[in-house]
């Protein structure tokens, strides 16, 4: 199974694409961000990323898509522009693979660490770690991304055991 994982931003959308075996082992395929110019306005930029998204699930197919729900922080002006993003990869991943899945910051966090408040050192160390990758992926929002993709393939194997 291929699980793309998302990480969602306007001027940097990290993502991650993963290769989950029947036996549950997963092996990173590709990761990396697509990149809006912020001297564009909104709506190109929204565009740019749906384009930047398309490639992405066209050159992977991937049977399943996880995504980072939105965490608004104290700057609501930066939240809503995230939230814009988000809106364009919910749409354009639901559309081209249907079988879309939405994880929290604190569900990533405790299904790869086991504590729902690990910083974003340790949480790319474990990525790394988990996926048996000489460094840390970079920019962050791959790893990002990649952990997003990791805490789907863990839960989706959960919910299979017990026919959910």
Known sequence: MIILGI??????LGYGILDKDKGGNVRPLDYGVVLTPKEE?????LAMLE???????DKFTPDEVAVEEL??????????????ARGVALLTCV????RLFEY?????????TGYGKADKRQ???VTASLLKLKSIP???DAADALAVALCHSYTSRLSSLFGI
């Not at 384009?51 to 699930?57: D, F, M, T």
């Not at 965490?71 to 814009?84: C, D, L, M, P, R």
């Open 71 to 84: 965490f608004f922080s104290k700057n609501v002006t930066t939240g809503i522009a995230v939230a814009h």
């Open 123 to 125: 949480m790319q160390q």
């Open 7 to 12: 990480d969602p931003g306007l001027a940097t």
């Open 51 to 57: 384009e930047g998204i398309a490639k992405i699930l």
């Open 41 to 45: 306005n909104l709506p190109v930029r």
């Open 95 to 98: 559309k081209r693979c249907g």
């Open 104 to 112: 929290t910051p604190m569900q990533i966090k405790q299904a790869l």
């Open 138 to 140: 970079r920019p962050d």
